[in-house]
Structure formats: C-alpha cells, structure tokens
Antibody, heavy 114, light 112 residues
Framework: EVQLLESGGGLVQPGGSLRLSCAAS????????MSWVRQAPGKGLEWVSSFTSGGNTYYTDSVKGRFSISRDNSKDTVYLQMNSLRAEDTAVYYC????????WGQGTLVTVSS | DVVLTQSPLSLPVTLGQPASISCRSSQSLVYSDGNTYLNWFQQRPGQSPRRLIY???NWDSGVPDRFSGSGSGTDFTLKISRVEAEDVGVYYCMQGTHWPRTFGQGTRLEIK
C-alpha cells in the first residue's frame, strides 16, 4: 500500500523559510516522479512543483526562484525547500505520487503570518 | 497555461439520482504518446484529495463503478450514475499533459 507522510509545516513569518518533507513507502520510490500540490484555506487545488524520476524539476510560476524541490532516493523522501515565504503561500501542502497525482498524503499546514 | 473550466460549480443532487460534471480545456490534452492525461479527483470534507479517474475514463483502484469518465480532445465529463451520501464533496478535473499542471475550479456536490 502506498503511503505518503508529510512533515515540516508550521507558522513562519513573511520572508522566512521552511523545509517540507514527504516520506514515501509501499512502492519503488526512485522509479516515480513526485509532486507537491497546495490548497489555500477554502480554495481549490494548485500544483506547486514536480521532480521526475529522470531528474527534471518543474515549478509553478509564483514559486520559481523561491521554492526548490529535491529528493533523496536512499531515504525514499522528497523535499520542498520554501524561501522568501509570503502570506499567499499559506496553505495545506500535499505530497503526491507522480505527475498524475495517483496517491496523496494527508497534508501539512504552512501558515505565513506575522 | 492550460485553463480547465468546470461546470456547474455547485451541484445539488437527490440521493439515487445521476450527476454530471463538465470540464472544458483551453487546448488539446492529447500528449505526443497518444494518451490524453485528463484526471478526476474527489475531495470529501476534511480529507485529502483522491484520484478517481485517470486518462479520461480509467478507474483507480477501489473506485465504485457508478463513477465514469468520458470525453476527448478538450471536452470531458465525469458522471455518477446514482449519487450516494458518501459522494458529497468537491470534484476537480486536472490535466497531466502539459506543464504547468492545472486543475479546474472544483465542483461542490451536495445532497438536496
């Protein structure tokens, strides 16, 4: 059974940084792309970033230059380094398997506020 | 970017009755490999999203067969043959053909 467990969310001031982690199990992690999707309070879903199994990375325009996705295949974990955080980055951040989002974690809440 | 437009945005349905959600894309979702990467997700209240349908019409594991997906090119539909109480939530279409990945606005299904 695929399991995705996010961690690292919390309250951070505008301009601050956070690193989210997503620990995966139940599948051959290195063979699949991994993605981050967020959902602002009361809003819809927004794709944030993906890291393909081939090493390509993709970002939505609003986070380019501020967020960085990485993965450690030896630890079956994908990360999202978030810098220069803004109020509009406040959201639940979900880890999802592949670029088609076939499995999701439970999410971790990031709140950017002073 | 590909814009996905869902309708309706709110869908009150009587238990046991059918429901249908439309998703229209601003451009073709046919990928160079010939597949159309249009997926449907369900998000029940307080839960993470769950993928129901992938590549237009394929069921994910455990999805009841009262859900079905259809369409081609730029015009897609999710149908529920007989709505049950557990179907309450928000439904999203999403395209996995182009970068950036994009979602529709979501359709909120409620029981009348």
């Amino acid at each position: 059974e695929v399991q995705l467990l996010e961690s690292g969310g919390g309250l951070v001031q505008p301009g601050g940084s956070l690193r989210l982690s997503c620990a995966a199990s139940g599948f051959t992690f290195s063979s699949y792309a991994m993605s981050w999707v967020r959902q602002a309070p009361g809003k819809g879903l927004e794709w944030v970033s993906s890291f393909t199994s081939g090493g390509n990375t993709y970002y939505t325009d609003s986070v380019k230059g501020r967020f960085s996705i990485s993965r450690d295949n030896s630890k079956d974990t994908v990360y999202l380094q978030m810098n220069s955080l803004r109020a509009e980055d406040t959201a639940v951040y979900y880890c999802a398997k592949t670029g088609q989002f076939d499995s999701w974690g439970q999410g971790t809440l990031v709140t950017v506020s002073s | 970017d590909v814009v996905l437009t869902q309708s309706p945005l709110s869908l009150p349905v009587t238990l046991g009755q059918p429901a249908s959600i439309s998703c229209r894309s601003s451009q073709s979702l046919v990928y160079s490999d010939g597949n159309t990467y249009l997926n449907w997700f369900q998000q029940r209240p307080g839960q993470s999203p769950r993928r129901l349908i992938y590549k237009v019409s394929n069921w994910d594991s455990g999805v009841p067969d009262r859900f079905s997906g259809s369409g081609s090119g730029t015009d897609f539909t999710l149908k529920i043959s007989r709505v049950e109480a557990e179907d309450v939530g928000v439904y999203y279409c999403m395209q996995g053909t182009h970068w950036p990945r994009t979602f529709g606005q979501g359709t909120r299904l409620e029981i009348k």
